[in-house]
């Protein structure tokens, strides 16, 4: 492998959506699933993403693992490694962004780091250090409710302050506009009067060039896919990766029946849920079922077994943020998403062995659960489907070829199952 550029996810639709952005932006990238082992054979690329699940775990079991994968990531030649998290800051006062950013930071030996979720092709941008979600701060946004991270503080040097060893710094859009050596040198003094990391603002693209730039003369940096953006079109631009090679996913028809899993309590899959029920036959669990018990999930399959041969089907566990909250009172809030996680990854692993070969997943911890037991070590980075989702073909996997699309849950338009469809012959 030619690697320059490593990256470290915190969960996997979050990976997929970095993986993709790098495609675009000329990088020759594979997704691998957790730390990949010696033996797996990778393709020559300029870019690797470690896909962890670690964004909701303790915050020592967040470092420990972020730490392996950058060794890992080091000795195949990374000199640039970009801890990847959620364009909304999903996070807690106790982590895990602030502790694996320190981690990261000691290990590499720099004395700044970089940080920013901003990016604007998809509505996340930071102005004066408070991330917005579109047009209103993060703290007005439905972030606020979210099930396992509620997002109550939009000023991004306060959060991961509470979260952090180290002073946090800022530097603001007009330091930004003002180029890469203004940029460099206001670090510079941070740096000097003892902090340790700076947020910095992106409003538009071009804001994410300069900080692509300026972040490559570092080791270490943290931040969403507007990030990753920056990094590539950097590399790109100083010639030490060449564009013409990116390749995209083979056009192969993999065949085989279709299915599609729903987790995500987001409105944007909730919506997408809605328009498939035209589209495709769609089962609702019952939420309450599913966490006291088995049948839930058999119900689900005998079911799916009646309409596979008929053409694509969904299968969902969303529910309203309402009717969350109330699961959430009654069984506790980690041992009902656990529940309902493995219920997915239950149901997606009988799919498969039911001869299902293109498989579409949407939200983030329902992701990491389904491709946990499907045990498949990598991806090959395809057409997109949605800004930040692409299509992705399995590596070594053991059930054979196969493709897959892990949607995180505000990602894609109204229609985005048929879409994801139309691009997975």
Not at 52 to 75: H, M, T
Not at 321 to 326: H, K, M
Request: charged share 20%.
């Amino acid at each position: 492998m030619t690697l320059v550029l490593g990256c470290i996810a915190d969960d996997y639709t979050g990976a997929s959506d970095l993986a993709n952005t790098l495609t675009r932006n000329g990088l020759r990238t594979v997704q691998t699933i957790g730390i990949p082992a010696d033996d797996l054979k990778l393709p020559d690329v300029d870019a690797v993403v470690v896909s962890l699940k670690s964004r909701s775990i303790a915050a020592g079991a967040a470092v420990e693992k972020s730490r392996a994968a950058d060794k890992w990531l080091r000795s195949r030649g990374a000199s640039h490694v970009l801890f990847k998290i959620c364009s909304t800051f999903d996070s807690t006062d106790k982590g895990n962004i602030g502790p694996v950013m320190d981690a990261l930071r000691t290990d590499a030996g720099d004395n700044i780091v970089l940080v920013t979720p901003a990016f604007p092709e998809t509505g996340r941008t930071v102005y004066q250090g408070n991330l917005f979600v579109g047009t209103v701060p993060l703290n007005e946004s439905p972030l606020k409710d979210h099930p396992l991270n509620p997002m109550h503080d939009s000023n991004l040097v306060r959060v991961l302050a509470r979260q952090s060893e180290t002073n946090i710094g800022l530097v603001d859009l007009g330091i930004v506009a003002s180029g890469a050596d203004v940029v460099r040198s206001h670090l510079d003094g941070l740096s000097e009067n003892g902090f340790g990391a700076a947020v910095i603002d992106a409003v538009f693209a071009k804001d994410l060039e300069t900080i692509g730039t300026v972040a490559l003369d570092h080791r270490v940096s943290v931040g969403a896919s507007g990030l990753g953006l920056g990094l590539a079109r950097g590399l790109v631009a100083s010639g030490r990766v060449n564009a013409d090679a990116a390749t995209s996913l083979a056009e192969k028809p993999v065949g085989g029946a279709a299915a599609c899993l729903a987790g995500s309590c987001s409105q944007a899959t909730l919506q997408q849920i809605a328009k498939a029920e035209h589209a495709m036959p769609v089962l609702h669990l019952d939420p309450e079922k599913v966490v006291v018990g088995k049948e839930e999930v058999q119900r689900a399959m005998a079911w799916a077994k009646e309409h596979l041969g008929k053409g694509p089907i969904l299968i969902a566990s969303s529910s309203t943020t309402d009717q969350v909250t109330q699961l959430q009172k009654r069984h506790g809030r980690d041992a009902a998403g656990h529940a309902i996680e493995q219920a997915m990854a239950d149901l997606a692993e009988a799919l498969v062995g039911a001869g299902v070969r293109r498989l579409i997943v949407a939200g983030g911890e329902t992701s990491g659960a389904v491709v946990d037991r499907l045990g498949i070590p990598g991806f090959l980075v395809g057409a997109e489907i949605a800004a930040g989702v692409p299509v992705l073909r399995a590596v070594g996997a053991g059930q054979g070829d196969m493709v897959l699309a892990l949607k995180s849950g505000n990602f894609g338009g109204p229609d985005f199952f048929a879409d994801a469809l139309k691009l997975m012959p």
